[in-house]
């Protein structure tokens, strides 16, 4: 990036990756804006986590892939895009990961720690981009794996925050 203000969307236009403009409004670039929040509340939810947390490594390659997902939204239609997607990779490691964790057998209400309830925040974001995700697919064909993988993350940051709530009253009980 040479400079940070171009000043070439003042008028309600930006660019899609190589260079075609569109409104700021177009889906493409509104889906990602969905999907660029998810990214940051994933980066909240990293920076909150233990170092030593087991699930924390796989979030920089989830936030990598939103990231590449975001460039293939961007590419307009009948151009090719040279970042490979590892969504179907992606959605294996979260299944593979989720398999230790009970569902509850009711309704979990956020808010019982800080870090649970951030990655409760990133799970919702998870679904609104999603559903941004399906509204797009509608007009412009995504990879079925990428869709995929947006659904299984919001799984995934569902049984983290599961996860992470029993740590969080685990390290709250007073013990004698």
């Given at each position: 990036?040479?400079?940070?203000?171009?000043?070439?969307?003042?008028?309600?236009?930006?660019?899609?990756?190589?260079?075609?403009?569109v409104p700021?409004?177009?889906?493409?670039?509104?889906t990602?804006?969905?999907?660029?929040?998810?990214?940051a509340?994933?980066?909240?939810?990293?920076?909150?986590?233990?170092?030593?947390?087991p699930?924390?490594?796989?979030?920089?390659?989830?936030?990598?892939?939103?990231m590449?997902l975001?460039?293939?939204?961007?590419?307009?239609?009948?151009?090719?895009?040279?970042?490979p997607?590892q969504a179907?990779?992606?959605?294996?490691?979260?299944?593979?990961?989720?398999t230790?964790?009970?569902?509850?057998?009711?309704?979990?209400?956020?808010?019982?720690?800080?870090?649970?309830?951030?990655?409760?925040l990133?799970?919702?974001?998870?679904?609104t981009?999603?559903?941004?995700?399906?509204?797009?697919?509608?007009?412009?064909?995504?990879?079925?794996?990428?869709?995929?993988?947006m659904?299984?993350?919001?799984?995934?940051?569902f049984v983290?925050?599961l996860?992470?709530?029993k740590?969080?009253s685990?390290?709250?009980?007073?013990?004698?």
């Amino acid at each position: 990036m040479k400079t940070i203000s171009t000043k070439t969307g003042d008028s309600g236009w930006t660019g899609l990756r190589g260079g075609q403009r569109v409104p700021k409004d177009d889906l493409r670039i509104e889906t990602n804006g969905e999907i660029d929040r998810l990214n940051a509340c994933l980066g909240l939810v990293r920076a909150l986590m233990p170092e030593d947390h087991p699930w924390k490594r796989i979030l920089p390659d989830i936030q990598w892939e939103l990231m590449r997902l975001m460039s293939h939204i961007a590419t307009p239609q009948g151009e090719s895009n040279p970042k490979p997607l590892q969504a179907a990779a992606l959605t294996a490691e979260m299944e593979a990961m989720m398999t230790a964790v009970e569902a509850p057998a009711g309704f979990v209400v956020p808010g019982r720690g800080n870090l649970s309830a951030h990655i409760h925040l990133a799970r919702a974001q998870a679904r609104t981009a999603e559903r941004r995700l399906w509204t797009l697919h509608r007009q412009y064909p995504l990879p079925a794996a990428s869709l995929a993988m947006m659904n299984r993350l919001s799984d995934f940051l569902f049984v983290l925050a599961l996860l992470a709530e029993k740590e969080e009253s685990e390290s709250n009980t007073v013990r004698q």
